[in-house]
């Protein structure tokens, strides 16, 4: 999506505005590709073992030090089958639980689970019924606000 607020001279503003739209794929010519390929490196987490728990609790919270604004802590964690998840908002912020089929796609989704828990204390639980693993992601915060569950 590409927008354009123009302040100042409306002509040229609407000629450079013309010319990205020409080539939108100049856009991100400027990207590093180290530095896309870094971004990628983030989706491979160290699971947190949480097996032989019951009930695991993931709650929402604000970025601390080089995390980003908000996460899931833990975001990614080890459960047995039959283990209930229990996502608990303690920032106070708008986000979505949504599951997500490849945690690179962090759009759509909600086939399996899309809960909000909009306010500090909102909750949503969800049962880790099969083995595998589960991404999710929140709505709101999905450029950098998901995890996933591995279900033994």
Do not use: K
Request: charged share 35%; proline share 3%; hydrophobic share 35%.
């Amino acid at each position: 999506m590409i927008g354009s607020l123009v302040v100042g001279d409306v002509d040229a503003a609407l000629e450079a505005a013309e010319e990205i739209h020409e080539d939108p794929e100049g856009i991100d010519d400027d990207v590093d590709e180290d530095e896309a390929d870094a971004d990628d490196a983030d989706v491979d987490e160290e699971f947190v073992d949480m097996t032989g728990e019951d009930v695991v609790a993931v709650e929402t919270r604000a970025g601390e030090g080089d995390e980003p604004d908000f996460v899931f802590d833990p975001a990614f964690v080890t459960v047995d089958e039959g283990t209930t998840i229990e996502w608990v908002n303690t920032d106070g912020v708008f986000h979505t639980v949504t599951s997500t089929d490849d945690i690179e796609v962090r759009s759509g989704g909600g086939d399996e689970f899309d809960s909000t828990i909009s306010s500090e204390g909102a909750t949503f639980e969800w049962e880790a019924d099969e083995s595998g693993r589960q991404p999710y992601y929140c709505s709101p915060h999905a450029g950098f606000m998901y995890g996933a569950i591995e279900i033994e």
